[in-house]
């Protein structure tokens, strides 16, 4: 078999372990970048414990999640934000707002996580107003939707306290456009995504909720999203 002819055959196989409806929920229910047991995934995708345990066999075997032993419990996640910026496309090609969601969908359009990155309406005004401010600049090559960070860009980054050489050395895509699934398009994803989370998550401009995937943006997120970046929110 050429590699072609593989290419397809692996594409086929991660497409049907998603399309599998239970399979599906499951995974959707880790979009939020929580560990959750099997019994958990079960209640999710409404299935009993043996049927979710060959589903989630199915999805490690097709490099969809991971899990990590911790005492007597096995916790599952995705297995990277690639799977989740998927995810987040499939929703879009679909038309839904979200395969699993809390009972809070506003908040999810305006504010959320996407794997480890910030989505939502946040997400896509704070990508707009990097390129803007041509902090970010499009990486020419295929894949399309990489970005770099220019020198007044990675300037500017360092002194509000994000690690641009740590982000760059992670071995994951440094910066790219993940589509957003209620905003139809683009918000930040990649290493430095993941880090702007964390930065404003510790500078307490975002608020995560404790049982889903909402941000709440604080008076002083508000203050400063508009002061460092132009970002009205």
């Known amino acids: 078999m050429d590699d072609e002819a593989h290419g397809d055959v692996s594409v086929a196989a991660i497409a049907a372990a998603i399309g599998e409806p239970a399979r599906a929920r499951m995974l959707y229910g880790l979009m939020d970048g929580h560990a959750r047991t ?7 995708a409404d ?3 043996p049927t979710a345990s060959a589903h989630l066999g199915r999805l490690r075997a097709a490099g969809l999640v991971g899990v990590v032993a911790q005492g007597k419990h096995r916790y599952y996640r995705l297995a990277g934000p690639d799977v989740a910026a998927v995810l987040e496309g499939l929703n879009v090609l679909a038309g839904a707002e979200a395969a699993f969601r809390p009972n809070t969908p506003r908040r999810l359009r305006a ?3 996407c794997y480890d990155h910030m989505a939502g309406a946040v997400g896509v005004a ?3 107003r990097l390129q803007a401010l041509q902090w970010l600049a499009p990486v020419p090559g295929d894949p399309p939707g990489r970005y770099d960070v220019t020198p007044s860009g990675a300037a500017a980054l ?3 306290g994000v690690d641009v050489a740590a982000a760059h050395a992670q ?8 589509l957003d699934w209620s905003e139809r398009r683009p918000h930040l994803g990649g290493a430095l995504g993941a880090a702007l989370l964390s930065l404003a998550l510790r500078r307490r401009w975002l608020e995560q909720d404790l049982d889903s995937r909402a941000l709440s943006v604080t008076s002083l997120g508000r203050r400063e999203l508009a002061s460092r970046f132009g970002a009205h929110v």
Do not use: P, Y
């Open 111 to 113: 504010a959320r996580t």
């Open 158 to 160: 360092e002194a509000l």
């Open 126 to 128: 704070l990508h707009d």
């Open 38 to 44: 099997s019994t958990e995934l079960a209640v999710i």
């Open 171 to 178: 071995r994951r895509r440094f910066a790219c456009a993940c």
């Open 47 to 49: 299935v009993g414990a």
